[in-house]
């Protein structure tokens, strides 16, 4: 259909089409697509101190690819991300199932309780786990008073360990609403019908509640999985040198190192990482999608 060829009842719907969508376009292409252009831009460039480099060279990604440091806190980074991702998806479950199934009129309340979190910063929370495992925190003042230890450790706070339950904690409700969204949808006629063919309950979970529950729990581990891989303040605030992770080293070169290059190699290895992970769990989905 050309120009000449559309009437005016035609031509006000696109303008207004056009009208609606031009914000996000733009948006789009200047916070996400043009940022990513620029950072493997600057991965091809020659640090001599100035902002976008002299020249071009692949020696950046040579670094990256050959230095065994990259590699182990890469793998680590993966790792924890892994775990946080497994522990949060874990423990959403259970809450999202309630919600579906059993919350009845509790559900708004439930629902404003999962997302309360996010009425508070980042940071904030963050902070909150730190007085909680730290050496005089409330974990340790617990365990001396029940008598289960007899002084302070310093096992709880600056490990891994912190880390993972940290941002297990940051990242519940990101899990907990798609997992929501997914059992919500599930339709009811297909549990009453597994039960009116003698399925058990554990059965009718298994075969009926979980392949359809699939699409949700992809969705909340990505959520989750994707931003936690890139994580450098948590990591600072309760891990110690045990818990350095991608995004620290990538901190650090755009910071006190002025590397802006090599930060911007480091960048888009992971964002090939990550990649990697999505297309992964894309065929997943696709093989465990909805049967409903």
């Known amino acids: 259909m050309t120009e000449a060829s559309l009437t005016p009842s035609t031509r006000a719907p696109l303008a207004f089409r056009t009208g609606m969508m031009a914000p996000g376009t733009a948006i789009t292409f200047l916070l996400i697509l043009f940022s990513l252009a620029l950072v493997v ?30 590699w182990s806190v890469m793998l680590r980074s993966l790792a924890i991300a892994g775990c946080v991702t497994a522990a949060t998806v874990i423990t959403a479950f259970p809450v999202a199932y309630f919600l579906a199934f059993h919350a009845g009129r509790r559900r ?22 730190k007085i909680v495992l730290a050496y005089n925190g409330v974990l340790n ?29 940051a990242y519940a409700p990101f899990a907990i609403l798609p997992i929501y969204v997914a059992l919500d949808t599930i339709p009811r006629s297909l549990i009453e019908a597994a039960a009116d063919l003698g399925a058990r309950p554990w059965t009718t979970f298994r075969r009926v509640i979980l392949p359809n529950a699939m699409p949700g729990v992809m969705a909340a581990a990505l959520v989750v999985f994707v931003p936690t891989v890139g994580d450098y303040v948590t990591p600072a605030l309760v891990g110690g040198p045990s818990s350095t992770m991608i995004g620290s080293m990538i901190q650090a070169q755009f910071g006190k190192a002025n590397d802006w290059p090599f930060g911007a190699a480091l960048s888009a290895a992971v964002m090939l990482v990550i990649l990697t992970v999505v297309l992964i769990v894309r065929t997943t989905d696709a093989r465990f999608g909805s049967r409903a």
């Open 41 to 70: 831009f600057l991965a091809f460039r020659v640090n001599d101190g100035s902002l976008l480099g002299a020249g071009f060279t692949l020696g950046n990604f040579s670094n990256v690819i050959f230095d065994p440091l990259n």
């Open 141 to 169: 003042s617990a365990l001396v008073g029940s008598g289960l230890l007899s002084e302070p450790t310093l096992a709880f706070l600056n490990t891994p360990t912190a880390v993972v339950v940290t941002l297990a904690h």
């Open 108 to 129: 708004g309340l439930i629902l404003f309780l999962v997302t309360l979190p996010f009425w508070t910063s980042y940071l904030l929370r963050v902070f909150a786990w």
